[in-house]
């Protein structure tokens, strides 16, 4: 780990590994899917989930690619992760809020940004989020909704900004 500032990239793609695997966790830890689907690994030196379902993983996948694009032209504000009942009634709301990246032109974007937070610092923020994500169902309780639960993954953009277009367009009415 590095204690170099980071590129505005490497900030980009940090944020979007973390959120990729926060909702993941989230997904666990409210038990949306049943824990046998979910396979224990170790991100940021800390115990996390991860979906083995392969339509779900495409998913989640294609949502965080949107969401990187959308992190590089500036258009993002939050990433909100719905979990929802049968009747499409939100039950919880986790959200991300991403509005204060800086604006770098785009040829200097693989440039370290001058007192930008560094890689090491970023990953202990990380680490701690996931902790406390992990403890989450102590404070909320369980949401006992068996099959009749389910989430989505929304990106909101910032007042009067439109989606920029993308090569892979993700059915993200998957869930």
Known sequence: MS???LSFNQAVSGI???IEVAIHTILYV????????????????TPVFQSRHPALNEYISGAIKALGEEMHQGTVEKVVVVIKNKEHVALERFLFVIQNMIDVPSFNKATKVENAMT?????????SFLI???MIESQLGQLNLGDDVSFAILLELKDG??????QSKVDMALV
């Not at 899917?33 to 030196?45: G, M, N, S, T, V």
């Not at 900004?161 to 993308?166: C, H």
């Open 132 to 134: 406390k994500l992990n």
């Open 3 to 5: 204690d170099e500032s």
């Open 30 to 45: 409210r038990q949306v899917y049943p824990a046998e689907l979910f396979i224990r690994r170790k991100k940021y030196d």
């Open 119 to 127: 890689a090491k610092s970023l990953i202990q923020y990380f680490r």
């Open 161 to 166: 900004m439109a989606p920029s277009v993308s």
């Open 16 to 18: 979007s590994d973390f």
